[in-house]
């Protein structure tokens, strides 16, 4: 083999070096701009087989329920007592946009009833629940599941 140092030929063969810079700083951008898309504060929504989607009105006012039982309006941290003012001003801001609440699945029932009994008060008609979907289908060894052949 011998390499054509001093020829004008035109080569055939791509060159994928700036195809692969290109995609690795749209990979990089992406990874950093992803989690800041994320509305609310983390939390680690229940299971749940059948999910409903929001119907119209925009984007929902996220109220999040933390692990360790704090509240949040997307990332603004609330007093049990503010719960239902501040809800209420930002349905002022917003009136036809619903409200969602988001709870960590550690939180215990008494935590989650405290904080509704709260919203109520503002009397927003419409709030959803949110949850992770599940698959439906059941691993064959999962309990509950019926057993292959019968």
Known sequence: MSMDVGSK???SDINVTPLVDV??????????ITPMLQRGKPVTLPDAKHVSTLGKG?????????KDGRVWLDKVELKDLDIASELQVAMQ??????VMVKIDRDVEYKRVR???LEVSKTHIMGVSLAAAKVDEKEPAGAPGAKPEGH
């Open 9 to 11: 030929a035109v080569r």
């Open 23 to 32: 995609v690795l700083v749209l990979l990089i951008i992406f990874m950093v």
């Open 58 to 66: 925009g984007d929902p006012i996220l109220l999040s329920i933390t």
């Open 93 to 98: 801001a917003t009136p036809t946009v619903p």
């Open 114 to 116: 405290e904080v509704v």
